[in-house]
């Protein structure tokens, strides 16, 4: 049997803090052979990030202590000083983070960024480096990377940024990359890129890597063995075949449960519950199927027509139009009580300015936006006051949308404040309320949001939308940035509180899995204009337009079995929506493939219609 590359035995690592040692990875051990690929799986604060952090020798020294062995070859790293992991470091193992844009400098260009390691590691002239540099772009698949080198991070996409990091990783020929969630932050079709490339470059290099993820479709895709870690212990450890076919420890099996499987939603008609399995005992309840919410007989809560956004790119001295941003162009639906209609699509392609645009945040170029029949863009500031009442919005980042400074149950109270709704102590009463019914404690309400989990702090965010009763909630990627079991768990909350309020959900994402098991209906945007919209069995069941069989094809798909197979995937960025100022939208042609179900017309199986449009309008 040949050494393993990497060998970790007995790893604990504790954390100093309010004068004592907090224990985060506690007796971890595991292998990593040559040219295989590990993942270790859990969910957030499981220690996962902390075990890669202290491979590479990157935990702070002061406030951290580090025991047990990390061999990689002949060497032990916890006995190298600082001078000699330098070494190790990029030479030998190489690291990937999760958020590209926070890794990269901002005011150096990428060629440089990815020049400077080689010239720092291996020694190389500027010159050297740069052609070398070039070389690696290419490698990695960064389209025109010669025109590309010398542009700057904020002019690349999510999934390029992530590329030039692999390509500065790859610089030095390591033996172990360790990626530490590289693709959660991405869409859909980009992760499915970066999980491509990351195989094909390991299978040329012959590189093993350590790939860290709480995704567990990713797993299936990628890794030969899996390491499940839960409060900071390796709860299981196996074959990825072994792990999927039969988890033996509770908490894998919670995991595995929480998978949304594209497909698994075949013949339902109606949103479907996760099951809720007991991490300790490992039962699990048998989901059912939503009970129908939708009111057919009434008029839709929402009627969208012809709705266009568009944003107007100055420059010059006097500030002159030179290009439009068309975010959202030409778009229609309708939504009805207890429904959910999903829009999905990549990053930049209209979905989330979609959402704006309806409550009115981002203020539409024409068109009109129907809330029980009452047409908001007509409204003044203190009639649309008072017509907010009856819609709200989720954000993405809870974090992001609570104050800080205000504990959670003035947050919750507010919006009745504001409307006039009730006094001060009946809002507080309502707070509480509120806090129990998605399933936190109401003497939670004194708490500040740094003091709850990011899944405690979406329900809280769900929690201030109800506050006033809404009939319409714009859920903006509500669920994305969460562990795919607390991810789970919010979905099971959305749906039981759509069966018993009957609302009505605009339910925005880039995750087709997630979108099959809660939406009733779907649209697909692409470029700002829906390009296909139709029940949701009929979208998942027959996809007509190219983008809509893109997006599915590149569904991470639970299944070890599968993991050879080699995936069609595009390596092409999305288009830009900047258009010329004197461009002009051609009119676009829909054709029913089903009742309820159209499709826009699309002239170009490769690159249909609009991006054939985007290329010749620039």
């Not at 926070?102 to 740069?130: C, D, K, W, Y």
């Not at 932050?185 to 890129?193: E, K, N, S």
């Not at 509770?250 to 929480?258: H, N, V």
Request: charged share 25%.
């Amino acid at each position: 049997m040949t050494d393993p590359i990497l060998s970790v035995s007995n790893l604990s690592v504790a954390f100093r803090g309010e004068g004592q040692w907090r224990p985060v990875v506690r007796d971890v051990s595991f292998e990593i052979g040559p040219k295989e690929t590990v993942a270790v799986v859990g969910e957030s604060g499981s220690g996962k990030s902390v075990t890669a952090l202290s491979i590479m020798g990157l935990t702070p020294p002061g406030s951290s202590r580090v025991e047990g062995s990390i061999r990689l070859g002949g060497k032990d790293l916890l006995t190298l000083s600082e001078t000699q992991m330098r070494q190790v470091r990029g030479n030998e193992i190489a690291m990937i983070f999760q958020e590209p844009m926070t890794s990269l400098n901002p005011v150096l260009t990428i060629g440089f960024q990815v020049a400077e390691a080689l010239m720092l590691h291996r020694g190389l002239s500027r010159s050297e480096a740069e052609a070398e540099a070039l070389r690696l772009l290419d490698k990695v698949r960064i389209p025109a990377a010669k025109s590309r080198f010398n542009e700057y991070p904020h002019r690349f996409s999510g999934g390029m940024r992530q590329r030039v990091m692999i390509a500065i990783a790859l610089a030095c020929k390591p033996k172990l990359l360790i990626a530490d969630e590289p693709t959660t932050a991405l869409d859909v079709t980009i992760q499915a890129q970066i999980l491509e490339l990351i195989k094909s470059l390991q299978d040329e290099q012959d590189m093993s890597v350590l790939f860290i993820t709480h995704d567990m479709g990713v797993v299936a895709e990628i890794a030969e063995r899996t390491v499940v870690m839960y409060d900071g212990q390796a709860v299981e450890v196996g074959t990825t075949e072994e792990i999927f076919a039969g988890a033996r420890h509770p908490y894998t099996r919670s995991l595995l449960s929480a998978v949304p499987r594209l497909g698994s939603m075949s013949g339902k008609q109606r949103p479907m519950r996760f099951p809720v399995v007991d991490r300790t005992t490992g039962t699990s309840d048998v989901p059912t199927e939503t009970s129908d919410t939708v009111a057919h007989a009434e008029r839709p809560v929402l009627e969208v027509s012809g709705l266009t956004t568009r944003f107007e790119m100055r420059s010059g001295l006097f500030g002159r139009v030179g290009g439009r941003v068309h975010a959202v162009e030409n778009v229609s639906f309708s939504l009805k009580a207890g429904e959910t209609l999903a829009l999905v699509g990549e990053s930049g392609c209209g979905k989330s300015t979609t959402g704006r645009s309806v409550l009115r945040l981002s203020e539409p170029l024409s068109g009109s936006v129907l809330l029980d029949g009452v047409d908001l863009t007509k409204l003044g500031p203190a009639e649309l006051r008072e017509k907010r009442r009856h819609m709200q919005m989720i954000f993405q980042d809870p974090f992001a949308s609570l104050n800080p400074r205000m504990n959670v149950g003035a947050a919750i109270a507010q919006p009745l404040l504001i409307n006039g709704l009730a006094s001060k102590a009946e809002a507080r009463e309502r707070a509480g309320v509120l806090l129990r019914q998605v399933g936190l404690l109401p003497e939670m309400a004194s708490r500040f949001p740094h003091e709850f989990s990011g899944g405690q702090r979406q329900r809280i965010c769900i929690a201030r939308a109800l506050a006033v009763e809404p009939r319409l909630i714009v859920a903006d990627e509500s669920v994305s940035a969460l562990d795919v079991s607390v991810k789970a768990q919010v979905i099971n909350l959305m749906l039981e509180l759509q069966e018993r309020m009957k609302l009505a959900y605009l339910f925005i994402s880039h995750d087709m899995a997630v979108v099959e098991r809660v939406s009733h209906r779907v649209a697909v945007m692409y470029l700002g204009e829906i390009v296909e919209i139709g029940p949701r069995q009929a979208i998942f069941d027959n996809p007509q337009h190219p983008y809509t069989k893109r997006l599915l094809q590149a569904v991470p798909v639970p299944d070890p079995a599968r993991r050879l197979q080699k995936r069609p995937v595009s390596n092409d960025e999305i288009e830009s929506p900047l258009r010329p100022a004197s461009y002009v939208p051609p009119p676009r042609q829909y054709r029913e493939v089903s009742p309820g179900h159209a499709v826009m017309v699309w002239e170009d199986d490769r690159y249909w219609g609009a991006r054939a449009e985007a290329r010749t309008a620039g």
